[in-house]
Nanobody, 124 residues
Framework: QVQLVESGGGLVQAGGSLRLSCAAS????????IAWFRQAPGKEREFVGA????????YYGDSVKGRFTVSRDNAKNTLYLQMNSLKPEDTAVYSC?????????????????WGQGTQVTVSS
């Protein structure tokens, strides 16, 4: 199994930037497909972005394409989400998730392990 801990959330003005981190322990990220999800109050969990298990390919939800970037540091066993040009609509709890099997999916039920999440609030 793998344990995931998110950090880096906070309050930021619209148009600003934040970088979230997801630190893993137990197994290295190379063993999993890693993804970011978010959930705003009263809404369903939404796919944000993902990195393939090989680390070669990235995938993004339509609402964040061109603004958010997923990357990882294998030496630190850490996944990152760089968020630029933030909008109030980006306000949510952001969580990282790991999938043991191959393939990238947008459905949260396809992932095996989850962190506790970190709050991101974007003011108008």
């Amino acid at each position: 199994q793998v344990q995931l801990v998110e950090s880096g959330g906070g309050l930021v003005q619209a148009g600003g930037s934040l970088r979230l981190s997801c630190a893993a322990s137990g197994r290295t990220f190379s063993s999993y497909t890693i993804a970011w999800f978010r959930q705003a109050p009263g809404k369903e969990r939404e796919f944000v972005g993902a990195l393939s298990r090989s680390g070669v390919s990235t995938y993004y939800g339509d609402s964040v394409k061109g603004r958010f970037t997923v990357s990882r540091d294998n030496a630190k066993n850490t996944l990152y989400l760089q968020m630029n040009s933030l909008k109030p609509e980006d306000t949510a709890v952001y969580s990282c998730a790991a999938r043991r099997n191959g393939g990238v999916y947008t459905g949260p039920n396809m992932y095996d392990y989850w962190g506790q999440g970190t709050q991101v609030t974007v003011s108008s």
